[in-house]
């Protein structure tokens, strides 16, 4: 059975803990940018923020070629609260809605900013909560 995480991010970007999730290139944290094609993330970098500052980063290696389907238990499994993708196809968002792993989506002009700034627009609440898969490949 799957456990469910209830968050819900604060409206005014007051967060209290929450860890995120994203797909990055290599070598991952910070100062990497985000992969927008999910299934072929080089690493997951997970960040851990509280009182709208980043508190930890972590770096995770997927295993596999293409693991869209594996990396929505991966976030689960390092306790995500939420993620943040380029673009997400319909299996592993349905996924991570399993596990209560809220996902947001980064806009073109973020693309090739680091997730240091990445995560800095998550906390002034400007992504977006996706609705529904948003594949562009």
Same mark, same amino acid.
């Given at each position: 059975?799957? !456990?469910?995480?209830?968050?819900?991010? +604060?409206?005014?970007?007051?967060?209290?803990?929450?860890?995120i999730a994203i797909p990055t290139f290599s070598p991952g944290g910070l100062d990497s940018s985000i992969n927008p094609h999910f299934g072929k993330c080089e690493t997951v970098?997970?960040?851990t923020v509280a009182d709208n500052e980043i508190k930890e980063?972590?770096?995770?290696?997927p295993?596999? !070629?293409?693991?869209?389907?594996?990396? +929505?238990?991966?976030?689960?499994q390092n306790g995500a609260d939420a993620c943040i993708v380029?673009?997400?196809?319909?299996?592993?968002y349905m996924i991570l809605q399993q596990y209560g792993i809220k996902t947001y989506a980064i806009g073109q002009d973020l693309l090739n900013k680091s997730i240091r700034e990445i995560v800095?627009?998550?906390?002034?609440?400007?992504?977006?909560?996706?609705e529904s898969a948003s594949c562009n490949h």
């Open positions: 059975m799957i !456990e469910e995480k209830m968050f819900n991010k +604060p409206k005014n970007g007051d967060v209290s803990e929450m860890k970098t997970l960040v980063t972590n770096i995770v290696k295993q596999g !070629e293409h693991s869209c389907g594996a990396l +929505p238990i991966i976030f689960a380029g673009g997400i196809g319909g299996r592993p800095f627009h998550f906390l002034s609440d400007n992504l977006t909560e996706l």
